[in-house]
């Protein structure tokens, strides 16, 4: 009896242990992180941002200090702007395949436009080296997006010169849609397919840090290439203004000597030049004041388009904000989704394996005793009758 009652105790302990480990809960996000390829994507592209804006920038600037023509500066510094501009649309996308494509649709769109489309003779005798710059940034894009899809490649290829070719740049300010709509009908795949997953609550916000970091990067000098494209474009001109301002000196200067040699000649002189020149002080006043309200309006409207540029600005911020809000929030949604999902499924085995327990405690001494008792009822039948 003694060796049966450690023997249930030996299995009920051994069944309590195994079900002791399912008190191990784990806590699953239930979110993919991006795939190694797509994280290497997106760093890549962040990496050639840089490389674009250093090199569009330097080669505008060249052509800037290497002209006086007025629409060739001006050309140079929409260049910069609307070329940069439509780069962070390109790369700053929550989907770093959508980024990879659109990226590489601009810059052969731009490389196009300055060597054979609308913009082939907007640099006149210096376009030469837009074109060469375009045509490395193509380049030097598509060399590095070959190591990541070696197999897709040249179809890729084929896609991005058909959508440059039915949809170039036709000015320089650059308007142009997204490609990545066409590129999933081109490949023949829905969105679902494509975009599985925008990666885990640390790579999203990693992702609108960087988009925070390069907005405040550029745009300052964003703003300050439009300021300078406005000024160009203005009536102001400071060298006329400053070489005014040295022949009325000088003039001055010339009075004041004849004024000390001959006093009452220069009397008579002074009334007949101020009866001369009061009509044109008159209209000299009148074409001062012109300016003047004229600077006024541009002035105002400069500030109008600083104003405009900062409620732009923090119009996107808080769009970007709500968007990583709405992401954190279905992020934790789903996050308790699963937790609950989880222990209820613990507890119904926690409940399964009790009762199991109260089977093996209760009932298994219960039926052993019986047994026992009519094993030793018959062993007890036995003897009597083999005494008689």
């Given at each position: ?12 302990t ?19 992180p ?68 659109d ?39 598509e ?29 320089m300010s ?102 001369e ?21 541009e ?30 929030e ?30 093996v ?26 005494k008689?």
């Amino acid at each position: 009896m003694t060796a049966m009652f450690r023997f249930c105790f030996i299995v009920v302990t051994g069944v309590l242990v195994a079900g002791c480990s399912l008190l191990e809960i784990k806590l699953e996000s239930g979110i993919d992180p991006l795939p190694k390829d797509q994280l290497n994507m997106r760093v890549f592209s962040r990496d050639f941002s840089t490389v674009f804006y250093s090199q569009v920038e330097s080669a505008a600037d060249l052509i800037e200090r290497n002209s006086d023509s007025v629409p060739i500066k001006s050309n140079s510094l929409m260049w910069k702007i609307n070329a940069e501009q439509n780069l962070q649309h390109t790369i700053f996308q929550a989907s770093p395949t959508a980024a990879m494509v659109d990226t590489w649709v601009f810059t052969a769109q731009m490389a196009q436009f300055f060597e054979f489309g609308a913009g082939k003779n907007v640099f006149g005798e210096q376009q030469q080296t837009a074109i060469d710059v375009s045509n490395h940034l193509r380049d030097q894009f598509e060399r590095t997006i070959k190591n990541f899809a070696v197999a897709s490649f040249q179809k890729n290829q084929d896609f991005v010169t058909q959508y440059v070719a039915k949809h170039p740049i036709k000015d320089m300010s650059f308007t142009r849609q997204s490609a990545f709509t066409d590129w999933l009908a081109y490949n023949e795949l829905s969105e679902f397919d494509a975009v599985t997953t925008f990666g885990t609550v640390p790579e999203v916000m990693s992702d609108i840090s960087d988009r925070m970091a390069m907005i405040a990067e550029q745009m300052p000098k964003i703003l300050g290439w439009k300021a300078e494209l406005y000024a160009l474009h203005s009536n102001i001109n400071a060298e006329e203004v400053q070489a005014t301002l040295v022949s009325i000196s000088d003039t001055s200067a010339k009075f004041q000597q004849l004024m000390a040699q001959s006093p009452q000649m220069m009397q008579a002189l002074a009334v007949d030049m101020r009866r001369e020149l009061t009509p044109l002080l008159t209209q000299l006043s009148a074409a001062t004041d012109d300016k003047l309200s004229q600077l006024s309006v541009e002035r105002q409207a400069l500030e109008l388009m600083v104003k405009n540029e900062r409620v732009s600005l923090e119009a996107m911020v808080s769009r970007e904000r709500a968007a990583a809000a709405v992401d954190l929030e279905k992020i934790s949604e789903q996050t308790v989704k699963v937790v609950f999902e989880e222990v209820s499924k613990t507890l119904k085995s926690l409940i399964l394996y009790f009762v199991l327990f109260l089977l093996v405690v209760f009932f298994a001494p219960l039926g052993l005793g019986v047994w026992l008792g009519k094993r030793m009822q018959r062993s007890a039948g036995n003897s009597i009758d083999n005494k008689v």
